[in-house]
């Protein structure tokens, strides 16, 4: 269903993959285009609309990446990632279509790679610096992955995952694919694809731990631009954007790339975004614009009076619920009130956001230009202010699985269920209650407890095991794993770190259970499932929640 008419273009791609695996039309969300805005040309390409338009139209000269003693200006960033582009085409065979993997931490040649998949016609799957060999290969088979780009430090588990997958992946390093690229030509002839051709699968995981491809269009990238950000963060050219989330993260990849370079901005791009790095930055290059989670914020406050943080002037905040004493904190300290937001991998960015004079604090907000919202019950009827239920959102970007069953869970009757339970108040603001899976949001981290029970089973010394969110006032909620040992086994003073330090080999290590407590038995139903619900209000308990 979609409101509005747009043109949709003909698709490039000649590998069909993608596009012979999305869900059906009948099982997408409503789609509404009804803003002149969201009206863009049949044949659009987003990596040419983020660079090469701004070259064509006299700002090649201005910063697009800071980076000490060697600023990427938007010529440099457009002619990088046309010959690494001719790269791709010319000597790795990459036609339109093709997925291409890519693997490092935030930095220009990460995001250069990612323009030059896109000028290529090719369709992006960027991941994280920390999953592992096993992780990568799931992602690699379910999305037929035939070619991977790696920052050269990242090579190791990479190499093992493909070695692992179930087909065949050819594996470059950074250094090799810019090497190659310095004797193209600095001019590339663009695909123009259609502005419907999907450009990115972001992957997430699900309540089973087994991940979800959300396909992304170029129109999606833009559409995002010109809605939630253009009217609800107002920002100039001159504005310099950075934050902590990775490219990987739709998080990051709009407020690092899709943003800034759609007004012709700047970035600081950070490979390790501790504390100390976020506000050395805001010094250094005079930020405007920084986005990370809550956790971060707190961490901040005891080193703000080291750092002259003046230029700042817009912070956002995602990834997961924005605590008021963070919040009330961070303004008193800052004289900045934190903009908070609800976004979603399936619907590539933030959809309800507390922003401006609007900021109530403890709300979510209300939802973005563009897009709709409500709460509803389980028979799609939208509930009065005051009662909890089932968060529901339509607008220009929607959820489209990469051949998934779950589309269903997530769509349904036009509407996008985000797995969020919230309810409204009399004056139409949107207030988090619960997520309503078992889904685990730590620091900003989307983590599934039954993906971190499969690592701490693998272990010979646990013979069952469940993992639930424990609050946590540093990072909202942490995992919490409960654990039976097998017979023989015996809880010493180090098996809790040892379990950790397992988990943190086996999968990406911040899912690690960062609480192990030791049970004879876990709560069940007669029919065997863990009842998790029981052990969620033990982990209040122990904390002494209400």
Known sequence: MIAGTPPTGISAHEDTFVLDHLPPSSAWPELIFDRPELQYAPQTNVAVELTDRHVREGRGDRVALHVPNDPWTYRRLEETSNRIAAVLRDELGVVPGNRVLLRAPNNPEMLACWLAVAKAGGVIVATMPLLRASELAVIIDKAQ?????????????????????????????????????????????????????????????????????????????????????????????????????????????GMHAVFPLRIGASSVLIERPTPEALLDACQRHGVSVISTAPTAYRAMLPLLGDYDIGTLRLCVSAGETLPRATSDAWHDATGLRIIDGIGATEMFHIFIASVGDDI???????????????????????????????????????????????????????????????????????????????????????????????????????????????????????????????????????????????????IAPYKYPRAVEFVDALPRTETGKVQRFKLRERARRDRGDS
């Open 360 to 506: 109530r604090v403890g709300s979510t907000g209300k939802p973005v230009s563009g897009y709709r919202a409500a709460v509803l019950d389980d028979e799609m009827n939208e509930l009065p202010p005051g009662e909890v239920g089932r968060l529901a959102v339509k607008g220009p970007t929607g959820c489209r699985y990469l051949d998934d069953d779950r589309q269903s869970i997530y769509v349904r009757d036009g509407w996008n269920f985000t797995g969020d339970t919230y309810q409204t108040d009399e004056d139409g603001y949107f207030w988090f209650q619960a997520r309503d899976d078992d889904m685990i949001i730590s620091a900003g981290y989307n983590i599934s407890g039954p993906e971190v029970e499969h690592a701490l089973l693998a272990h010979e010394a646990v013979a069952d095991c469940a993992c639930v969110a424990a609050p946590d006032e540093e990072r909202g909620n942490i995992v919490k794993a409960y654990v039976v040992l097998n017979d023989g086994a015996s809880v010493g003073t180090d098996l809790t770190k040892v379990l950790q330090d397992f988990v943190k080999a086996e």
């Open 145 to 253: 992955i035939g070619l991977a780009l790696c920052d050269d430090r990242l090579l190791e588990e990479l190499e093992a995952a493909r070695d692992a997958c179930g087909h065949s992946i050819r594996v470059e390093s950074f250094r090799h694919v810019l090497a190659a690229a310095r004797d193209k030509d600095k001019d590339f002839t663009n695909i123009e694809t259609a502005i419907d051709d999907p450009v990115l699968i972001a992957f997430t995981s699900g309540t089973t731990g087994a991940p979800k491809g959300c396909v992304h269009f170029h129109r999606d990238l833009l559409a995002s631009a010109d809605t939630f950000f253009r009217e609800s963060l107002p920002c100039q050219p001159d504005d310099v954007f950075t934050g902590s989330p990775p490219l990987a993260f739709t998080f990051g990849l």
